[in-house]
């Protein structure tokens, strides 16, 4: 994933984020749900015991609301302690859940660095527990919603399949809602990798879009605006999201990256570009587990 940003913050693949748009308000038009997963040896995961009267006694992941004035990453942080009685650091994120940039659950992974495990009840949890990981796959135990059953199993996959995944959100302060879609034609007939950007603007940008509630919807848009159609495109995951709402601002920005292997003409000053030596790394790392992916 770092290899991917790399291309963006040395103006390979320049990321214009506009400022205009529609204005994100936490609790108005958006809602951001922050969850952790903690792992550990023998088969372990960590679980809290909710306290909410319609969930009470329930079991559940450390989970809830992004707050006003939080990163993503510190909402994670401050719901596990809560919730659990540990200090957290995220390393990565596990997966994104969502329809569109309006409502996200960004799932985390991440280690234990203080406190204790929780044993006393309060408002905000019953107490915390370690359960063998099969116990809550197999649903051998009361949970709030079974939702979260393919965030571990996601969690334990990365966990096993090779060194550990490093993907954090951008951060980035951002007042609206913009989506980028990159889309990556691979190397064909003698053609080099190329990507999609403008023709017209200085310097070149990918698409971005500025409206609109579901991703599948903004990605439609945005590549009939370029001469493409969904059918002709391949999803690969999410190259990135960028959020800060520290300074009190609370949109989101989110790169959705393509593969295609239609060369089509483009329409409205859209152009290919080649990639030259970065095209192989770009493409080795959007077919690889390296993409953050969307929903289950």
Not at 103 to 129: H, M, P
Not at 257 to 267: E, G, I, Q
Request: aromatic share 6%.
């Amino acid at each position: 994933m770092k290899e991917v940003l790399d291309l963006f913050e040395n103006g390979i693949l320049p990321l214009q984020l506009p400022t205009d748009g529609e204005e994100a308000m936490l609790g108005y038009n958006c809602c951001f749900i922050v969850s952790a997963v903690i792992l550990r040896s023998p088969n372990q995961v960590l679980m809290i015991q909710e306290a909410k009267p319609s969930c009470r006694g329930q079991w559940y992941l450390p989970a809830g609301r992004l707050e006003k004035n939080e990163t993503f990453a510190e909402g994670a942080q401050r719901e596990l302690e809560e919730e659990a009685g540990f200090k957290f650091h995220p390393t990565s994120i596990i997966c994104l859940e969502g329809e569109g940039p309006g409502w996200l659950r960004v799932n985390f992974s991440g280690e234990i660095v203080g406190g204790e495990l929780k044993t006393v009840e309060d408002s905000e949890s019953l107490q915390a527990k370690w359960f063998d990981v099969d116990e809550v796959l197999n649903v051998r135990i009361n949970l709030r919603a079974t939702d979260i059953v393919h965030v571990i199993r996601k969690a334990v996959h990365q966990q096993n399949s090779g060194p550990p995944l490093r993907v954090l959100p951008l951060i980035v302060p951002r007042s609206n809602f913009t989506v980028t879609v990159l889309i990556v034609a691979p190397a064909s007939n003698g053609a080099d990798v190329s990507v999609v950007l403008s023709g017209t603007r200085s310097p070149p940008c990918a698409p971005v879009l500025m409206r609109g509630r579901r991703f599948e919807n903004i990605s439609h848009d945005l590549m009939q605006e370029i001469g493409f159609k969904m059918d002709d495109c391949q999803f690969c995951g999410i190259v990135n999201i960028a959020h800060d709402g520290r300074q009190g601002q609370d949109g989101v920005h989110t790169t959705l990256a393509y593969t295609t292997t239609h060369r089509l003409h483009l329409k409205g000053g859209w152009e290919w570009h080649k990639m030259g030596e970065q095209g192989t790394n770009l493409m080795s790392l959007l077919y690889s587990d390296k993409m953050i992916k969307l929903g289950r």
